[in-house]
Every structure is written in structure tokens, then in C-alpha cells.
């Protein structure tokens, strides 16, 4: 007989985690609070208007391919993407424009001619890029850190080896402006650290692999955006017999004698081999297993970054825009200090549109474009953030105004918000954090919490919040992590 696993949350991770089961002849069950799934990965409709509600930048897709081919699927034939001539376009605050080609030689061109800087050193911060990436992966992202075995492994112990190359000990910054003269390359550059979440004048230099997934790999489109994710990885969980319980919000993980039996959901209980948590780890403990001894010092890491997004109808089309658009703010460094310092929303933050009728034309009316523009802020600790709300909203017009030479306030015909408080209310996600905990920690990859518990046997846990941290292909690596452990 199949043994039952249960899935507590149905976010890209917790459908991931339950796909994998499946393929291992689990019978899994997924208790979701919200009617459907995805978790942050979801879409919102608004007077003829679709948006992506939460993540919009696609990498690494042949982790979602994965998911097909591990349940004898052909991936092809489910889930469609390509991959994005442009990255992004960026606009600096004195007027410079800068196209970031896919194309390498298109990228090279346009990147001397803009910085003068010659070709070498950007290929060169470019390949050091890929050699932290190739070497850090498989001990960082694509295994549990907390399973002795990972650390005997050669592949950790050469990573441990070569320590001195990682640029763990200098900040993302550092290592920019080391390599980096113009100062618009060094932004540019440090922006990777928002990909988790963190400062770049915090979070260790590793974080200088980022680009590599950018620039060597590619950004990727999936056709019908990124809710196309969700919606075929639900597809094929369902396909497969993965059973779904939706607006049933888990009240408590049933624990006996160091064991897990279960959960409960409605006043019901139900029992299961084994528990997976896809919820955000600081409300599994607090309020799923009050009566466990919770890691207080993991718990109290500090939070990643949330953000304040408008999702805009806008009357008009802009060409000089692509599907991601950045507006960089003239101060980064005090952007970031306001941030994780002053904790508060900065006061020229640097400004990301993200407009998918660019690819999908449906996704806005006729001659109009659907614009998701975020700026990013602190997780919630009781800021006023109503007050935030209409004054940023201010800021950002009146600068994406000069940026773009128009009157957005009179283009805008629909609006709808999503701010750190209803990222926490629509997700559980403590704080409203886009990305679990944050990386300004040099120590933070170790910090995290596991995938499993070591005091509850069966217990597992997935997903942004926990092991190897935030954003999809994370999410995806740690629903592998999982499967393995199991
Ligand atoms: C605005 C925004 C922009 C982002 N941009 C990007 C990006 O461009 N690229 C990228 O890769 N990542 C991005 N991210 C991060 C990425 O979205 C997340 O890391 C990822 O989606 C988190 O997935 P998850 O599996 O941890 O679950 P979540 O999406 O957090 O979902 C958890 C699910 O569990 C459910 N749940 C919680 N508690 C319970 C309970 N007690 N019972 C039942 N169900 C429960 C919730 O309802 C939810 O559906 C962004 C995030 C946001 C919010």
C-alpha cells in the first residue's frame, strides 16, 4: 500500500514537493487556504487587464521541466516558454539608457559603447560569475547543507577549498566597485542583490553569481506569463492523482512522541505518513506546533525585503519599453540604508516595471499596456504604509514622468495594490518578506532552516522560506531537496 504524504500549501514549491511524491508512488494530498493555487506565483484580473502578481522574472526553466519528465511527461508538450532577446531595459538617473542584450555579441556592443569600458572586463566579471555559480551550486542550492554526507562531498570540499575566490568575505559592493570604475556598471551590477532580497552593501560577493544565470544562461518568457507555471504544474498534479483541498487553511500539525501523524484543517483530522510544509517556516512553528520548541535563533534571522507594487491599466503603449524596465534611483546606497536600516520605504527608490502584454497582447486592452511597477521597501514592523502608499505613488509618477516624457497619472485607468501587509495576509509569509530571509548575512546560506525537522521525524519543509532560500528555481531545488530526504 502507497504510504500518504499531505502538502501544506499549494505555493510553486508546495506543488513541486507534491509532484515529486507522486512520482515516488506517495498518495499526496494538498491542503491549500486559498481557493487556488500558487501562492505568491498567482494573477489578477482587473477591468480587461491581466496581471502577473507577484514573481515576473523567469530563469532556470529546465527546473520546471524537470517536474514533467520525472512524471514520464514530455515538457514540451505542457509547458511552453522561450527565451528573451532583451533582459532588461535600464534607465539611469542622468539620462543614460542601456539595452541588456541576450545576444552576447549584441550585449558587448552595446555595453562598451555605452560605459566605454572595454570588452575583456566585462567578460571576465562575466566568467568569474559562471565559476562561482558552477562551483557553489551543488553545495549551496541543489542539496541539504545540513545532512553531514553534504559536507564529505568532494564537490563541498573543493568549494570549501577555493573559499578565498567566492568573495565571501567582502560585500556584492566591494567586489563591484573593485572591478567596476563607472559607477552606473557598479549599480547595474549590484542590483543582483535585490534577486534575494538583500543590500548589496550587506550580502556577501558570491552574490556576484547571479548575473551568470542572467547573462550566460538567460531570462526566459513563459507563453501566457508566469501564472502559465502554476497553472501547468497544477495541470499535471492533478493529472497524476495529487489530490487538492482547496480553502482549507492547516490549523495544527499533529505530533506524537518526537513523530508526526498528521494535521488539522476544518476541526478535521488527518492523518498522514509524512508532512511537508510549504507555509512560510516562522507561522509553521507559531502557530502550527505551538507546542514545539521552536529554533528561536533560525526564526529570528533577519527578514528579506517586501514591496510596494501598483499594478497599473495604463492608456497608451511605450516602445522604448520592454517586458522588464528598470528606473534606477540617484542615491543607491541610501536607497538600501532607508531599507534595511531606517526601515523605511525609501524616498527615491529605484523603480521595476514589468509589462507582459508586451509578450502577451492580450494581457491589455487595444493600444494600452498592463504595467506591475514595484519598488522594493522593508518587511512590515508596523510601518504606516497607507500613507506610504499615496506618497510613493507620487514619487513614482513624478519621476517616471521625466523618464518617459508623459503624464502617466492621467494614463492610469485601473490600479490595484499589493503592499507587505496583504503579501503576508494573501501568502503567510511572516512580514510580508518576497524572499523568507534575507541574505545580508555572510553566514545567512547556513542559517537558513533545513528541509526537515530534526526533532519531529517525518516533518519536511519547502519552499522561500526555508533551505536553499527564495525565488522559483530555489523554491523548485528545495522541493528536490525533499524528495531526496524522503
Ligand atoms: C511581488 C513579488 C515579486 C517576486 N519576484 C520574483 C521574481 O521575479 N522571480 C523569482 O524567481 N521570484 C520572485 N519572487 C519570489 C517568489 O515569488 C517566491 O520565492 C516563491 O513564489 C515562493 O513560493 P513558495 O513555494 O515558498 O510558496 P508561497 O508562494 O509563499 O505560497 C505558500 C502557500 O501556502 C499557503 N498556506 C500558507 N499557510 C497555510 C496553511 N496554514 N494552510 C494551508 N495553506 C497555507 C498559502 O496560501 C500559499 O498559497 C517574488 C515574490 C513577490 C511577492
Known amino acids: 500500500m502507497s504510504k500518504n504524504a499531505i502538502i501544506i500549501g499549494s505555493g510553486i514549491a508546495g506543488l513541486a514537493t507534491a509532484i ?5 508512488n506517495y498518495d499526496v494530498s494538498v491542503f491549500e487556504a486559498n481557493e487556488s493555487p500558487g501562492g505568491k506565483l498567482s494573477r489578477l484580473e ?17 527546473l520546471v521541466d524537470e517536474l514533467f519528465e520525472i512524471s514520464g511527461e514530455k515538457p514540451d508538450e505542457n509547458f511552453k516558454y ?6 532588461c531595459q535600464y534607465f539611469f538617473n542622468d539620462g543614460t539608457k542601456f539595452t541588456a542584450w541576450d545576444d552576447q555579441d549584441k550585449f558587448i556592443n552595446e555595453i562598451t559603447e555605452v560605459f566605454k569600458i572595454n570588452a575583456k572586463s566585462v567578460l571576465e566579471y562575466l566568467d568569474k560569475s559562471k565559476r562561482k555559480y558552477e562551483l557553489t551550486s551543488p553545495l549551496f542550492l541543489e542539496r541539504s ?7 564529505l562531498n568532494f564537490n563541498t570540499l573543493k568549494a570549501i577549498a577555493s573559499a578565498n575566490n567566492l568573495d565571501l568575505f567582502d560585500t556584492l559592493d566591494e567586489v563591484n566597485r573593485h572591478h567596476f570604475k563607472d559607477p552606473r556598471l557598479v549599480q547595474l551590477f549590484n542590483r543582483y542583490a535585490t534577486y ?15 548575473p551568470h544565470l542572467e547573462f550566460n544562461v538567460g531570462t526566459f518568457y513563459p507563453e501566457g506569463g508566469m501564472y502559465s507555471i502554476t497553472d501547468s504544474l497544477y495541470a499535471l498534479a492533478k493529472k497524476k492523482g495529487v489530490k487538492f483541498n482547496f480553502n482549507s487553511p492547516v490549523d495544527r500539525i499533529i505530533c506524537k512522541n518526537g513523530v508526526v501523524e498528521g494535521i488539522i484543517t476544518k476541526n478535521e483530522e488527518h492523518s498522514a505518513d509524512l508532512v511537508v510544509s510549504n507555509m512560510d517556516i516562522v507561522p509553521t512553528y507559531r502557530k502550527l506546533m505551538p507546542d514545539q520548541k521552536a529554533p528561536e535563533k533560525t526564526l529570528s534571522q533577519e527578514r528579506s525585503s517586501s514591496a510596494l507594487i501598483y499594478y ?6 511605450f516602445p522604448e519599453l520592454d517586458l522588464h524596465n528598470i528606473f534606477f534611483s540617484g542615491n543607491y546606497k541610501k536607497e538600501f540604508t532607508d531599507i534595511f536600516d531606517h526601515k523605511k520605504v525609501p524616498d527615491d527608490p529605484t523603480i521595476y516595471i514589468n509589462i507582459t502584454s508586451k509578450e502577451d497582447p492580450e494581457h491589455a486592452p487595444e493600444g494600452c499596456e498592463n504595467w506591475f511597477v514595484m519598488v522594493n521597501v522593508p518587511p512590515n514592523s508596523g510601518q504606516n504604509w497607507d500613507e506610504m502608499i499615496s506618497i510613493t505613488k507620487k514619487r513614482i509618477i513624478s519621476r517616471l514622468n521625466k523618464f518617459l516624457d508623459a503624464d502617466i497619472e492621467k494614463l492610469i485607468e485601473t490600479e490595484e495594490m499589493l503592499t507587505p501587509i496583504t503579501i503576508e495576509s494573501k501568502t503567510s509569509s511572516y ?9 545580508n548575512d555572510r553566514n545567512a546560506a547556513f542559517l537558513r532552516h533545513p528541509n526537515f525537522s530534526s526533532k519531529i521525524k517525518n516533518l519536511y519543509f519547502c519552499g522561500g522560506s ?4 527564495g525565488g522559483i528555481p530555489l523554491c523548485l531545488q528545495s522541493a528536490k531537496i525533499v524528495s531526496s530526504l524522503v
Request: zero cysteines; hydrophobic letters at 30%.
Open 20 to 24: 515529486r511524491l507522486k512520482a515516488k
Open 46 to 62: 482587473s477591468n480587461g487587464y491581466t496581471f502577473d502578481a507577484g514573481p515576473s522574472l523567469f530563469t532556470l526553466p529546465s
Open 82 to 87: 522561450y527565451k528573451k532577446n532583451i533582459h
Open 145 to 151: 547543507l545540513h545532512k553531514v554526507n553534504s559536507f
Open 196 to 210: 534575494n532580497g538583500s543590500s548589496p552593501y550587506k550580502t556577501p560577493g558570491i552574490m556576484s553569481m547571479i
Open 312 to 317: 497599473w491599466g495604463i492608456r497608451k503603449q
Open 431 to 439: 512580514m510580508g518578506a518576497l524572499y523568507g530571509a534575507g541574505s
Open 466 to 469: 526555508v533551505h536553499p532560500g
